[in-house]
């Protein structure tokens, strides 16, 4: 992978954007419906994921919107754990992550690592199987309380 500098690291106080990398985010997850009619019953937990921001930043900075979309993301140190998990070799595993970096695998995307001194964060894995649309003001206070953040 390139050594670029894709991030910047931001203030726990700073608002949210297109981009932003929000750990531990609440979202709901729809377990079980029935009917399709208007008194259908709907069961939903709520789970909390490590999520990047997809939504337009203008969107977000100009309030047009009231909820944001999340994609789900991964350190590639946790995507190789799963994959242990799931009996996969390692050579199985190296070709999996190749084939990410190489873009070959449309349902991910990897995002580069971030070191200095002072903050260091794993390459991520983007899922964008798993996409959540949640309140702007719920992924707001989630980032205010993860402290600084890429």
Same mark, same amino acid.
């Given at each position: 992978?390139?050594d670029y500098p894709w991030y910047e690291v931001i203030?726990?106080?700073?608002?949210?954007?297109?981009?932003?990398?929000?750990?531990?985010?609440?979202?709901?997850?729809?377990?079980?419906?029935?009917?399709?009619?208007?008194?259908?019953?709907?069961?939903?937990?709520?789970?909390?994921?490590?999520?990047?921001?997809?939504? $337009?930043?203008?969107? +977000?900075? *100009?309030? /047009?919107?009231?909820?944001? %979309? =999340?994609?789900?993301?991964?350190?590639?140190?946790? !995507?190789?754990?799963?994959?242990?998990?799931?009996?996969?070799?390692?050579?199985?595993?190296?070709?999996?992550?190749?084939?990410?970096?190489?873009?070959?695998?449309?349902?991910?995307?990897?995002?580069?690592?971030?070191?200095?001194?002072?903050?260091? $964060?794993?390459?991520? +894995?983007? *899922?964008? /199987?798993?996409?959540?649309? %949640? =309140?702007?003001?719920?992924?707001?206070?989630?980032? !205010?309380?993860?402290?600084?953040?890429?």
């Open positions: 992978m390139i203030d726990s106080k700073d608002d949210i954007t297109q981009g932003d990398i929000i750990k531990g985010c609440p979202v709901p997850i729809i377990k079980k419906f029935t009917g399709i009619e208007p008194n259908q019953t709907i069961e939903a937990e709520i789970e909390t994921i490590d999520g990047i921001i997809m939504t $337009q930043a203008c969107d +977000i900075e *100009n309030q /047009k919107i009231d909820n944001i %979309i =999340l994609c789900s993301i991964t350190s590639k140190h946790d !995507f190789e754990s799963q994959m242990i998990a799931m009996q996969k070799s390692n050579k199985e595993i190296k070709k999996n992550i190749e084939s990410i970096i190489k873009g070959q695998q449309n349902a991910y995307h990897i995002i580069n690592q971030y070191k200095t001194e002072s903050f260091s $964060q794993d390459y991520f +894995i983007i *899922n964008f /199987k798993d996409i959540f649309s %949640i =309140l702007v003001k719920l992924a707001k206070n989630f980032a !205010f309380t993860n402290g600084r953040r890429l």
